[in-house]
């Protein structure tokens, strides 16, 4: 299959697939998605119809090359501390070795932050018996940065938590800012050196419109939901998330991993399913986004396949807005 035609196909049809983290690895690209599994049940805002409990890696030794299913690398069984939901995950190299960083829900039903280990990327992976201390909310994202020092990006609202953590501790009755407030933005913590534990407690990033004002909660075509991703391009750093409710992939750029971060524009609009959740990466001088649909499913929301579509930055290094569903 060519490269061109391979382009915006689900890379995964004998199981449903979401939330793709890509990477490249020993010259290949690793995608670390979520696994949907298949069932009738309905949908609510708590996301509780994502009945997600294991991890399969996948592998393409280039853009156009069959994708290889390297089988379940993880099972929610086999972690002390998490019960159930184990939603987006990503991974990174560092110290010679391969880490899994997964959200999941513990035994309180509180989303949290585990790290799992192997030698190898494409797994199995052994996971560390409790999780991250200080962690919550869904969504980890993982940037080693070219000094080598890693930071995990984190958040998700409703189903993810993230307005129950606005007092610095879990308050089950937290609640969305008024539409014109400040929206909440993900968080940053730079890991340790050994990628076990934060060397800080989770700081809020801030999103900015042109003028430097806040992008406020009611601003549903701008504002963080979930799925924030960081990757840099030409120096500047990238962070790019779900709109949620407007079903958007957008970004906003900055000159530092903590931001702030000034909003620039929309990467992918919007696809068959209610969420959309991605990652991008550079392999072989071009760029990928790796995001997902709903349309193998003919729409299920909790029934998702990942794909991928080159994406071209202009000469002031804006992302070009991509339309999922026109022809390649």
Known sequence: MSNQSKQNEALVTHIYTADPSAHVFEGK?????????????????????????????????NESAPVVDHGEVLHVKDIPWASKQMW?????????????????????????????????PAGPFKPEENYIPGSYSIDPAVLIDD????????????????????????????????????????????FSDDMLTFKEDPKEISIVDSDGNPILAGDEDRRFFEGAWVHKYDGRYYLSYSTGTTHKIVY??????????????TILNPVIGWTTHHSIVQFNDKWYLFYH??????????????????????????IQTIEPYENK
């Open 293 to 318: 649909d709903a349309s193998l499913s003919n729409g299920i929301n909790h029934q998702r396949s990942i794909k991928f579509t080159e994406i071209t930055y202009d000469e002031s290094g804006n």
């Open 252 to 265: 906003a750029v900055g000159d530092n991993p903590y931001g702030p971060f000034e909003f620039k524009g």
């Open 147 to 190: 000094d080598n020092k890693a930071y995990c990006y984190i958040g998700g609202l409703w189903g993810g938590q993230l307005e129950q953590w606005q007092t610095g501790s879990h308050n089950p009755e937290g609640k969305e800012p008024a539409p014109d407030k400040p929206a909440y933005g993900p968080r940053i913590a730079e």
């Open 29 to 61: 690209i690793y995608i670390y998605p979520s696994h949907d599994l298949e069932h009738d049940g309905e949908s609510f805002d708590d996301g509780s119809q994502y009945a997600m409990e294991d991890y399969h890696v996948f592998s393409m030794e």
């Open 88 to 120: 987006a995950p990503d991974a990174a190299y560092k110290n010679g070795k391969y880490y899994l960083v997964y959200p999941a829900k513990d035994h309180d039903g509180i989303f949290r932050i585990g790290i799992a280990t192997s030698d190898n």
